[in-house]
């Protein structure tokens, strides 16, 4: 069985772009993965299909309603046999990561919920057993763009998505690699005084390998020098 992938959203015309080109195109024409929206509107209370209202006790925007969300996951829910993994997009979640998207990619069901506006009204959360899982730390106007994200990262983990068998693996912060990928060099070998480093072109695979992890510390220590504290951090707990 493929992983199927619900998105949740208010505006499924942003989606039709990004999954409906390059390599996320090929994944789902492969059916490595079956990534389906689900419209909220038609989830909408009311003539007039409402999906947000104003928050109790005042405040600021508009909230998703619960009786809207809850309806739209349930019914993703029942078209998939596996259970699902639910997650929303929100400035308040887990800081999503590689580490997290080679978690996710061993789930069968994912329903991703693009928050909107200021986003859901807490009872959709806890009926839902939904995770809150942030991009970073900054504010978008829309979680559209943050599920749009995390579905890429996790689908170009499946196996066959990649052109390589083991390209996944030695992408930066990778959880074989930890670090950053190290510079990378294709043709012509002189560009405008600058030459491809030598041992790249040597031959010798052990020189390469060696050239590469140096070079992968080299950058991670001048610009995440917080990934190698980490991976310190990490084997001390191993003893």
């Given at each position: 069985?493929?992983?199927?992938?619900?998105?949740v959203?208010?505006?499924?015309?942003?989606?039709?772009?990004v999954f409906g080109?390059?390599?996320l195109?090929?994944?789902?024409?492969?059916?490595r993965?079956d990534?389906?929206l689900?419209?909220?509107?038609?989830?909408?209370v009311?003539?007039?299909?409402?999906t947000?209202?104003y928050?109790f006790?005042?405040?600021?925007?508009?909230?998703?309603?619960?009786?809207?969300?809850?309806?739209?996951?349930?019914?993703?829910?029942?078209?998939?046999?596996?259970?699902?993994?639910?997650l929303?997009?929100?400035?308040?979640?887990r800081?999503f990561?590689?580490?997290m998207?080679e978690?996710?990619?061993h789930?069968?069901?994912?329903?991703?919920?693009?928050?909107?506006y200021?986003?859901?009204d807490?009872?959709?959360?806890?009926?839902?057993g939904?995770?809150?899982?942030s991009i970073?730390?900054f504010?978008l106007t829309g979680?559209?763009?943050?599920?749009?994200?995390?579905?890429?990262?996790?689908?170009?983990?499946l196996?066959?998505?990649?052109?390589?068998?083991?390209?996944a693996?030695?992408?930066?912060f990778?959880?074989?690699?930890?670090w950053?990928?190290?510079?990378?060099?294709?043709?012509p070998?002189?560009?405008?005084?600058?030459?491809?480093p030598?041992?790249l072109?040597?031959g010798?695979?052990q020189?390469?390998?060696?050239?590469?992890?140096?070079?992968?510390?080299?950058w991670t220590?001048?610009?995440?020098?917080?990934l190698?504290?980490n991976?310190?951090?990490?084997?001390?707990?191993l003893h």
């Amino acid at each position: 069985m493929s992983l199927v992938i619900h998105v949740v959203t208010l505006f499924p015309e942003m989606f039709s772009g990004v999954f409906g080109a390059s390599m996320l195109k090929r994944a789902r024409q492969s059916g490595r993965v079956d990534i389906r929206l689900v419209p909220l509107r038609p989830f909408g209370v009311g003539p007039h299909r409402q999906t947000d209202d104003y928050p109790f006790g005042g405040g600021v925007g508009m909230l998703l309603r619960a009786d809207v969300v809850v309806p739209a996951v349930e019914w993703a829910m029942t078209h998939v046999k596996a259970p699902a993994r639910v997650l929303v997009t929100s400035p308040q979640g887990r800081r999503f990561d590689q580490r997290m998207a080679e978690e996710l990619a061993h789930e069968q069901h994912l329903v991703v919920i693009a928050g909107h506006y200021e986003g859901l009204d807490e009872r959709a959360r806890l009926l839902l057993g939904a995770e809150e899982v942030s991009i970073g730390d900054f504010v978008l106007t829309g979680g559209e763009l943050p599920a749009m994200v995390m579905v890429d990262a996790v689908a170009r983990l499946l196996p066959g998505v990649l052109g390589a068998a083991d390209g996944a693996r030695s992408d930066s912060f990778s959880r074989d690699q930890g670090w950053l990928e190290g510079p990378q060099y294709t043709r012509p070998e002189q560009y405008r005084g600058l030459a491809v480093p030598e041992v790249l072109l040597s031959g010798n695979h052990q020189a390469i390998r060696e050239y590469q992890e140096e070079m992968a510390r080299r950058w991670t220590q001048e610009r995440r020098p917080d990934l190698l504290a980490n991976e310190r951090r990490d084997t001390d707990g191993l003893h």
